[in-house]
């Protein structure tokens, strides 16, 4: 899902980003769901501790984005990753984009 | 609404993020509506100024995020909020965010 | 679409990033249709090639946003820009907005 990995802190594979130091960074999620009646809830976790959530629930439409995104204090070697609270994709999640970034250290 | 708020830029009270010095900062949102089907407009203001606005309007869905985001040139003390310019959230703003955060001083 | 433009390094009439410099870039995007039925995609291209795709496709709704985000690794003079990959704005793209800026230098 991602296309930028500096530094090697996004475990790939579980899509889980691990912090290399204590600071605020700001995380951006796009979910995508497609051709999928299902209502789906995405949340954004921290240490498995829901975060934020975003939501995708339209009965008419093939492709829809949950999205949300936040500033987070994150301690060094918190874990940060999405988390499908409810509902399925099983139509797939390409174009699905999750982003995180230091803002500034502290 | 918010979850970092480093300096107590925030007014946590009126949502109004006031700006401690001059530079470029990057604003988003998502509001949220739950179990609402009027349409909602919500615009980012700077100083009593509309800057952008997002829509949701969906009849079908029972949470629907209306989101925008930008950089915005913020003068030292400008203070920037999300006001509800059409609509109401009479069926509660869980899981919105409004984030902000310098990109660079000027 | 933008309302920040330092070192101008937007062309506003195209619309197209060109990075004056290596480095990390976020860049986030919402294209809104207004009262248009069609189905719309929108790609985040880098030079020609597409990065992310947004989407908007409902059909009961007047305005509704194709979004996304991404954090990129740029080359120098890399031109980033929106392209509209199906469908059509042909009632107006206002409020929309793209957003870019220099997470950290490379």
Known sequence: ??????????????????????GIYSFSFH????YNRQTIQV???????????AFAGDQDVT???????VLLMVEREDRVYLKLERGT???GWKYS???GFLVFPL
Chains 1, 2, 3 share one sequence.
Do not use: C, W
């Open 31 to 34: 979910v995508v769901k497609v």
């Open 89 to 91: 994709l099983m139509g």
């Open 97 to 99: 984009t999750f982003s």
């Open 43 to 53: 949340n954004l976790m921290q240490n498995d501790y829901p975060v934020i959530s």
């Open 63 to 69: 492709r829809e984005a949950a999205s949300n995104g």
């Open 1 to 22: 899902m991602d296309r930028v990995n500096i530094g090697n802190h996004f475990d790939l594979k579980a899509s889980v980003f691990q912090a290399p130091r204590r």
